[in-house]
């Protein structure tokens, strides 16, 4: 499969902006101007395929190819596709080239940004619908300071969302995040439901780790209340810390659901 003309201009578009001097800065890159080339080779790129600009099975030109292009050496251009390849969005194929895979670094965003890697019982990957139930802004106590990476008393907004798949009530979830980065931050009725991907549209910030701590206990009134579960019932809990390209604290997240009707799947490439 060769590029289609949308994918040929995005490759033939990266020349002309190194060229003009545009080079594309990615979250915290543009706090450091002396970072390595292959990583801002490495980051467009792979800025692309989350986007969808370059998508999966398309194979990029060859390493002299995309060094003239960008105006780097080829040891550069070689370097960043290693570390692409090793992160899993490329692929080498002898005697076709380097592939676009289709799958993101550590987890898989498409999953993060649309399903939470919520499973029906036959593995099926499912979509579900997110309503916000609670909206404030606070300031963090120690124990969310410390795990964010920010100080006692820092503005934060915190998020009560409920998921659904098919109608049917999967998961509730709070989310913490510093507004340090997060200027003109939405409110509640302006939230879009794919929270990871507006992090990375809007402000730059993409999630590109992801910490989790996962247990299993009783649900409480308000897990049955919300999940509409019959008591006792067991639920799952997972408490998660989301980290960006720099390895930066964004997100502090708290997820309980039951594993009645879905599943909880996590992949590692």
Do not use: C
């Amino acid at each position: 499969m060769q590029f289609s003309n949308r994918g040929q201009s995005v490759i033939e578009n990266m020349q002309k902006k190194y060229d003009a001097g545009d080079v594309p800065q990615f979250g915290r890159l543009r706090d450091s101007e002396g970072a390595p080339l292959y990583e801002v080779v490495k980051r467009y790129i792979s800025e692309s395929i989350l986007q969808g600009e370059l998508t999966a099975g398309m194979i990029l030109p060859s390493e002299n190819s995309l060094a003239a292009r960008f105006g780097v050496s080829v040891g550069t251009v070689r370097k960043a596709l290693a570390a692409l390849t090793t992160e899993g969005m490329l692929m080498r194929r002898r005697k076709t080239g380097t592939v676009v895979t289709g799958w993101a670094p550590l987890h898989n965003l498409s999953h993060f940004f649309q399903y939470f890697r919520l499973h029906d019982k036959t593995g099926g990957l499912l979509l579900s619908e997110t309503r916000v139930l609670d909206y404030q802004l606070g300031e963090a106590s120690d124990t969310e300071a410390r795990q964010l990476h920010i100080a006692a008393g820092d503005a934060v907004v915190r998020l009560k969302r409920l998921r659904r798949v098919k109608g049917i009530p999967a998961m509730h979830e709070t989310l913490i995040l510093p507004t340090a980065r997060l200027a003109d931050f939405p409110q509640a009725k302006q939230l879009p439901p794919l929270l990871y991907r507006y992090l990375f549209e809007r402000y730059d910030i993409r999630i590109a780790a992801v910490r989790e701590q996962i247990t299993a206990t009783l649900a409480n009134e308000e897990d049955a209340a919300l999940l509409e579960l019959n008591l006792p019932h067991a639920i799952m809990v997972i408490d998660e810390v989301s980290f960006d390209q720099s390895a930066v604290p964004v997100i502090l997240a708290h997820h309980r659901f039951s594993t009645e009707h879905f599943m909880y799947v996590n992949e590692v490439r």
